[in-house]
């Protein structure tokens, strides 16, 4: 199966470190990427090939992945870091995104 | 600036037709990868087409194959998306995406802001 699973929610307080999980059968041997979508607004690429940033994406974003599970990990998580974040693979050629981790910063 | 747009959404009854439209701006297209994905109301995103960078192959997503036809006019700098058999259950925000190379892997670099699809009787 190439089903990608994530928690629902992920509460972490400002300034300290925001994990979250995207599992799946498929992961460990496929690149992940990461999308940000704030709250109205379209997805935003934050981590691609598991741990790479593109330009403009602060290094408190990073990635990695290994095993079953990719990891997408926020330093110093700011206020302006709540948002829904998507992990995704792409299988068989088939583009897969898990369901959605939504973080709160409170 | 890099940018896409879509254009075509609305409110369509059960078993209609739309087509969507997103126009390119800001970059090549021409020879991009590019690919729709929807989000329905409160939901996850859902990658539903992809056309390749000269036009000659298509995937589809299980759940639109058969009644959804994705396509490109690189002369106009448009990608367009042609759907057909229409159900409630499309109801979702269209999202229209350029698949970025970024050599070992692709990427979904840029998205356009989305267009609302209402499929009700």
């Known amino acids: 199966s190439n089903e990608l699973t994530q928690p629902p929610s992920v509460s972490v307080s400002p300034g300290q470190t925001a994990t979250v999980a995207c599992s799946g059968e498929?992961?460990?041997?496929?690149?992940v990427c990461w999308y940000q979508q704030k709250a109205g607004q379209s997805p935003t690429l934050v981590i691609y090939?598991?741990?790479k940033r593109p330009s403009g994406i602060p290094e408190r974003f990073s990635g990695s992945n290994s095993g079953s599970s990719a990891t997408l990990t926020i330093r110093e998580t700011h206020i302006m870091d709540e948002a829904d974040y998507y992990c995704q693979i792409y299988d068989s050629g088939k583009w897969v995104f898990g369901g959605g981790t939504k973080l709160t910063v409170l | 600036e890099e940018q896409l747009v879509e254009s075509g959404g609305g409110l369509v009854q059960p078993g209609g037709s739309l087509r969507l439209a997103c126009a390119a701006s800001g970059f090549s297209f021409s020879g991009d990868e590019m690919n729709w994905v929807r989000q329905a109301p409160g939901k996850g995103l859902e990658w539903i087409a992809y056309i390749s960078g000269d036009g000659s192959t298509r995937d589809y997503g299980d759940s639109v194959k058969g009644r959804f036809s994705i396509s490109r006019d690189d002369a106009k700098n448009s990608l367009s998306l042609e759907m057909n058999s229409l159900r409630v259950e499309d109801t979702a925000v269209y999202y229209c995406v350029r698949e970025g190379d970024f050599g070992d892997h692709d990427a979904f670099d840029i998205w356009g802001q989305g267009t609302k699809v209402t499929v009700s009787s």
């Open positions: 498929k992961v460990g041997s496929k690149y």
């Open positions: 090939q598991d741990f």
